[in-house]
């Protein structure tokens, strides 16, 4: 079975400061794909980056960097230089790689930060 | 833009009134779900339909039940709400055999009040 761990229930920063989210993942499967979603206020999920079982190169965009790490099962999320619109819940998420699966998400990470 | 819509964004019923939630995309995807959010938690899949192929969860209570008109629109009808089924209600979609891996797209969900 697929588990997802976001051991960060709630983060509290001052902007400008950096910030890192945990995601630990569980399957059996050595095809998988990891996400990563933001879900601010309003509700709605917004996709944030996608990452195969077979990439580990990390990658950054902006302000966003992720690390993953198959020898430790694990997908972090880096924010640099936080800004008060990056508050929202964000959620990690595993799916299989073969075909069509479902999501199985972690139970995410709020993060707020303050001016 | 093509886009995953819900409508209404809000909705109230009262106990035992059946309500109907829509969903509808623009983006010819052939997978298409149904979340339930409670507050502070993560996405709980309810349901989902491959093209007119429906799957339900196996804890998905038998109050829930979906529609699939057409490849455009899904509805979620809850036929006896309960105060327990107060949440917020999103819709994702996806198309099997994108090489990209099952990322899903989210609409902005329904948060239903039950009085």
């Known amino acids: 079975a697929q588990k997802v761990t976001q051991a960060q229930t709630e983060i509290s920063v001052v902007e400008k400061e950096d910030v890192t989210l945990d995601c630990v993942y569980e399957?059996?499967?050595?095809?998988?794909?990891l996400f990563w979603y933001k879900q601010p206020p309003s509700g709605e999920l917004v996709f944030l980056i996608r990452?195969?079982?077979?990439?580990?190169q990390n990658e950054i965009s902006g302000r966003y960097s992720w690390n993953f790490q198959k020898s430790t099962s694990s997908f972090n999320f880096t924010i640099t230089a936080s800004q008060v619109v990056d508050s929202a819940v964000y959620f990690c998420?595993?799916?299989?790689?073969?075909?069509?699966?479902?999501?199985?998400f972690g139970k995410g990470t709020m993060l707020l930060v303050s001016p | 833009d093509a886009m995953v819509i819900q409508n209404p964004r809000y909705q109230v019923t009262q106990f035992g009134k059946p309500v109907t939630l829509s969903c509808s995309q623009t983006?010819?995807?052939?997978?298409m779900y149904w979340y339930q959010q409670k507050s502070s938690q993560a996405p709980k899949l309810l349901f989902h339909?491959?093209?007119?192929?429906?799957?339900n969860e196996a804890d998905t209570p038998d109050n829930f039940q979906s529609r699939r008109p057409n490849t455009s629109f899904c509805f979620l009808d809850i036929r006896s709400p309960g105060l327990g089924d107060a949440a917020m209600y999103l819709c994702?979609?996806?198309?099997?055999?994108?090489?990209?891996?099952?990322?899903?797209?989210f609409g902005p969900g329904t948060r239903l009040t039950v009085l």
């Open positions: 994702a979609t996806s198309r099997d055999g994108d090489s990209a891996g099952n990322e899903q797209f």
């Open positions: 399957t059996r499967d050595t095809t998988y794909y």
């Open positions: 990452r195969n079982s077979f990439d580990e």
């Open positions: 998420a595993l799916s299989e790689a073969a075909g069509y699966s479902t999501l199985t």
């Open positions: 983006l010819n995807h052939n997978v």
């Open positions: 339909y491959y093209d007119k192929d429906f799957n």
